[in-house]
C-alpha cells in the first residue's frame, strides 16, 4: 500500500463525504477521457448536474479496453452503503426505461465508491438475464486500478483526497 496516493481505502472512506456524490461523475469522466481510445461520445454530469434525473453517464468509445466496455455504455454511480440495493434499484430502472438507450446494444456499467464483495455475482446474474449486452460492476479496489492507469488522474484525486504524492506537484 502506497501512503502518498489515494487507495481503495481512502475512496471507500471518501463516499461517506458529501461532496463524494457530486465529484464520483467528475472522477468517472476523467478515468474514461484519460485511459480509452477514441471516445465518440461522453456525459457525466457533476456537481449540482447530479440532481438531474437520467443516466449518470453515457459513453460511447471504438474500442474499449479493461474498464470501458466497447461501444455503446450507460453507467450508473453512487456513493450509498447500501450497495447491492442500489445498484438492482439502479439496473432495475434502467431496464424497464433504459431512455434513448437500446439496452440490447449497450453495457449496463454499476460503479460504486464503496467496497463490494459480491460485485461479480451481482453482474453476472444481471448479464444472465440477457437484457444488456453487457453488465459490469466497479468498486473502490477497481477504482484505485484505474487510478493507477492514468496518473495525471490519479494525482489530481490524490490531492482531492488530502494526499499529497512525493516528488508531485500541481500547477
Known amino acids: 500500500m502506497d501512503p ?3 487507495n481503495a481505502t481512502d475512496i471507500d472512506q471518501w463516499a461517506d463525504r ?3 456524490q457530486a465529484m464520483l461523475p467528475k472522477l468517472i469522466r476523467r478515468l474514461v477521457l484519460a485511459t480509452a481510445k ?7 454530469r457533476s456537481d449540482e448536474g ?3 434525473e437520467g443516466w449518470d453517464g453515457i459513453v460511447q468509445v471504438h474500442a474499449g479496453d479493461f474498464f470501458v466496455p466497447d461501444g455503446l455504455s450507460g453507467w450508473e454511480l453512487s456513493t450509498r452503503s447500501d450497495i447491492k440495493g442500489k445498484a438492482d434499484d439502479d439496473y ?4 424497464e426505461d433504459p431512455r434513448s438507450l437500446d439496452a440490447a446494444d449497450t453495457s449496463f456499467v454499476s460503479v460504486t465508491a464503496r467496497r463490494w464483495s459480491n ?10 438475464e440477457g437484457v444488456w449486452k453487457d453488465v459490469r460492476a ?19 484525486f490524490s490531492v482531492l483526497l488530502g494526499k499529497r504524492p512525493i516528488g508531485a506537484i500541481d500547477l
Open 4 to 6: 502518498i496516493r489515494a
Open 138 to 156: 466497479y468498486d473502490a479496489d477497481d477504482l484505485d486500478t484505474w487510478l493507477e492507469q492514468a496518473p495525471a488522474v490519479d494525482l489530481w
Open 18 to 20: 458529501r461532496d463524494a
Open 38 to 44: 477514441r471516445v465518440e461520445r461522453l456525459h457525466f
Open 119 to 128: 460485485k461479480e455475482k451481482w453482474s453476472d446474474e444481471k448479464l444472465h
Open 50 to 52: 447530479i440532481q438531474l
Open 92 to 95: 432495475k430502472t434502467r431496464s
